[in-house]
């Protein structure tokens, strides 16, 4: 076999008679290798699935069937980026119904290649290897992505569909051991990606090629266009979240105006941190919050919404008594944030340096002084329950105090206690805004609180 002269052709020039071919691809995708017990042979065997590319138009899918030792040493020597040769493979045309063409890439060639014992695959040696290289970088669908903004607002009615994405990367996890159905380990990394539209969407990558160059990606350097990525809905980070798929075909860094425009937008966005891009806030109107609850019927919602897929936010008017309030005395008023990306700085971080390790400050690429803010907690109760730790921050409690944070900060305890008693133990008419953080904890966001009106009290408040 190995003294028949092999004919050299492209992709385009496929035909389902020629038997002795050779072909020159780069391989653009690959999917983890298979293990199979063969009855007749009463061995075990395995299969590899991989795409190579000849040409900007041209791409075809690969299937290599051998046995578990030739199968195991292709999958550890060739990976994504490599130029190889395909020897001797068979031609066949496609069933665009089959069962299988659904778990893999989509691709411009009528046909699949299938490689058996008669075939081979070697690394191409020739001096057009870099002209093959630079294929890498051309999307292998014309611009048609879905916008990350869009993804989110589908909200669950786009659960289980696949899109197109072109992201910028945020940042990458360390990896991760995950345990499968069948018991065993498999490893995963999760991005966050952003757009001129958005700021998060997350990631899971479990393709282990893509797994080790994801710690190669840059922060605001790295752009990622990702084909057919499966959309989902995650209970746990209570938001939509894409998974690289089988389908899925990754090109770094890629040619197109779009992706240049995202790369300028990239270097200087204002991005929150990791730990926030999971809540889509829609802050809504003060004045416009108008549907009166008591804490009862609050607090039954809020059971609900930890029961819900959703992401669930809501408002609400309160008539309530503000129980504490502790504006002079030992608990913390202030928190700091970064004055570039305006990550919360913790506590227990002395130095004051951003935490956001893809802010250019937390990277120590620039300076920017630290926001100082109100980030005030509030107690409040009515006939019907308690509601703590409710949030008073930035600039709704300089509004409800009648004073800036850094004015604040230079009153004696004396006017500070004054400041606590016009509310502390009065009715008052607070308008909240509640959401679920990643955690699953309800946050109680105040956004406006007036002493009540006795005869809007007496009009409006809620029996139950």
């Not at 031609?91 to 411009?108: A, L, M, S, W």
């Given at each position: ?177 995950v345990k499968l159905k069948n018991g065993r380990e498999a490893p995963v990394v999760d991005l966050m990606l952003f757009d001129q539209t958005h700021s998060g969407l997350r990631l899971t990558i479990w393709n282990k090629e893509y797994i080790n160059k994801a710690s190669h990606w840059k922060p605001r350097e790295t752009i990622i266009f990702v084909t057919d990525v499966k959309i989902d809905w995650s209970g746990f980070h209570k938001t939509i979240v894409a ?222």
């Amino acid at each position: 076999m190995n003294d028949i002269v092999l004919q050299k052709v492209t992709l385009r020039t496929l035909e389902p008679t020629i038997f002795n071919g050779l072909i020159v691809g780069v391989i653009i995708a690959k999917q983890e290798s298979r293990q199979f017990v063969d009855s007749q042979a009463g061995s075990t065997r395995a299969v590899l699935n991989f795409t190579i590319r000849d040409s900007l138009q041209d791409f075809i899918n690969v299937t290599y069937w051998g046995n578990l030792e030739v199968i195991l040493n292709v999958d550890e020597n060739f990976h994504i980026g490599d130029v190889v040769e395909i020897i001797r493979p068979q031609i066949v045309i496609r069933k665009f119904n089959d069962y299988g063409e659904q778990f893999r890439p989509k691709v411009t060639s009528p046909f699949a290649l299938i490689m058996n014992d008669l075939s081979d695959i070697l690394h191409h040696q020739g001096c057009n290897v870099d002209s093959y290289k630079k294929l890498l970088r051309w999307p292998t669908k014309p611009p048609g992505f879905v916008p990350i903004r869009d993804l989110h607002n589908g909200g669950l009615s786009i659960k289980g569909t696949y899109a197109d994405i072109l992201g910028a990367v945020a940042s990458t996890s360390n990896v991760r051991m995950v345990k499968l159905k069948n018991g065993r380990e498999a490893p995963v990394v999760d991005l966050m990606l952003f757009d001129q539209t958005h700021s998060g969407l997350r990631l899971t990558i479990w393709n282990k090629e893509y797994i080790n160059k994801a710690s190669h990606w840059k922060p605001r350097e790295t752009i990622i266009f990702v084909t057919d990525v499966k959309i989902d809905w995650s209970g746990f980070h209570k938001t939509i979240v894409a998974t690289f798929s089988s389908r899925s075909i990754l090109t770094e860094n890629p040619i197109g105006i779009e992706a240049k425009n995202l790369a300028t937008y990239a270097k200087t966005a204002k991005l929150e941190a990791p730990n926030s891009w999971n809540q889509t806030l829609d802050l809504p109107d003060v004045d416009r919050i108008q549907n009166v609850m008591s804490i009862q019927q609050i607090q039954n919602r809020l059971a609900l919404g930890r029961e819900s897929v959703q992401n669930v936010q809501f408002t609400a008017l309160i008539y309530a008594v503000v129980t504490h309030l502790d504006l002079d005395g030992y608990n913390r008023l202030i928190s700091q944030r970064c004055g570039h990306c305006k990550s919360l700085i913790k506590i227990t971080n002395t130095s004051g340096k951003c935490d956001n390790s893809i802010c250019p400050v937390g990277q120590n690429q620039e300076f920017a002084e630290p926001e100082v803010q109100f980030d005030i907690r509030m107690n409040i109760s009515d006939h019907t329950g308690n509601l703590n730790d409710c949030r008073l921050t930035g600039r709704t409690a300089e509004i409800v105090l009648g004073c800036s944070v850094h004015e604040f900060l230079q009153m004696p305890q004396s006017d500070r206690a004054k400041l606590k008693w016009r509310y502390l133990l009065e009715r008052c008419a607070i308008r909240i805004y509640i959401y679920f953080d990643n955690n699953q904890k309800a946050v109680v966001s105040i956004q406006g609180c007036s002493i009540a009106d006795t005869l809007e009290v007496a009009e409006r408040i809620p029996v139950y």
